[in-house]
């Protein structure tokens, strides 16, 4: 699900409808259109309301364990959550950002009127989450870049957002972060530095994918088997695949 200079090659893609090289590339599906870069999925934008089969409908039954309604998404590409969360019901608010603004445009021209109320800002995710003045119920982090024929988690995800995500957070919020291996950590690593600034949390794992979803806050959650139960509710509910592909595990935050 990378996020990052993707620019180009969409613009060129909805005037022209191709690619060249190594840029991320379009493809047609039945329900709507999928951004492609080494082989790892961008975005999936769909038609109408409903579940993708991957890991933007877990991102999605994350959200939907917060009931309140203002959310932002850092690293919003081409809106693959909106989909499958408005098909589970969800009324949230959106507030995205990207560095480009290509994906959103064709997030506009794929969607319908379905999206619901979403804003929209081209800007550095760091720079738009610390102007913000209103507390967010949730933060998705979603950023990735691509690098050397693969897609990686970049730096400022693992060393500046975390912290800066909590201080934008209600009390009662919830962060949300879709890690991709990183370009020089380990994922145990990238996990402990990620979640240090929270009290509590929880990793969903997959079968078939390697992002790893953190589910971070600040007062308790409940427990594992519960919101482990709710996920996959959200999920079969809009008949998405992806609820026999997940673990839910407590997570245990070290404390330096």
């Not at 990735?144 to 990686?152: A, E, K, M, P, T």
């Not at 995500?165 to 890690?179: C, D, E, Q, V, Y």
Request: proline share 4%.
């Amino acid at each position: 699900m990378g996020r990052i200079r993707c620019v180009q090659a969409l613009n060129a893609l909805l005037i022209n409808g191709y690619t060249i090289g190594d840029e991320p590339e379009l493809q047609s599906t039945i329900r709507g259109a999928r951004l492609v870069q080494n082989g790892s999925v961008l975005s999936e934008v769909l038609s109408e309301a409903g579940p993708t089969h991957s890991v933007f409908d877990v991102l999605a039954a994350a959200i939907m364990l917060n009931k309140e309604t203002r959310v932002g998404i850092l690293g919003f590409a081409a809106g693959g959550v909106i989909a499958p969360l408005r098909a589970m019901n969800g009324r949230q608010d959106f507030y995205g950002v990207d560095l480009d603004e290509a994906g959103f445009k064709l997030f506009g021209k794929v969607s319908g009127d379905w999206r619901g109320n979403l804003m929209f800002v081209k800007s550095d995710a760091v720079k738009w989450l610390g102007a913000q003045q209103k507390p967010f119920d949730v933060l998705l982090e979603d950023l990735s870049i691509g690098q050397d024929g693969d897609v990686f988690k970049p730096d400022v995800s693992i060393d500046v957002l975390p912290d800066l995500i909590r201080s934008k957070l209600k009390p009662s919020g919830i962060a949300i972060f879709n890690l991709l291996p990183s370009n020089d950590r380990t994922w145990a690593e990238m996990i402990r530095i990620v979640s240090h600034s929270f009290e509590h949390g929880l990793i969903i794992t997959f079968d078939s994918f390697y992002n790893k979803v953190l589910i971070l806050s600040i007062k308790p959650l409940s427990s594992t088997r519960k919101i482990s139960r709710l996920l996959r509710n959200f999920l079969s509910g809009i008949q998405s695949s992806i609820s026999r592909d997940i673990q839910v595990r407590t997570l245990r935050i070290m404390k330096s």
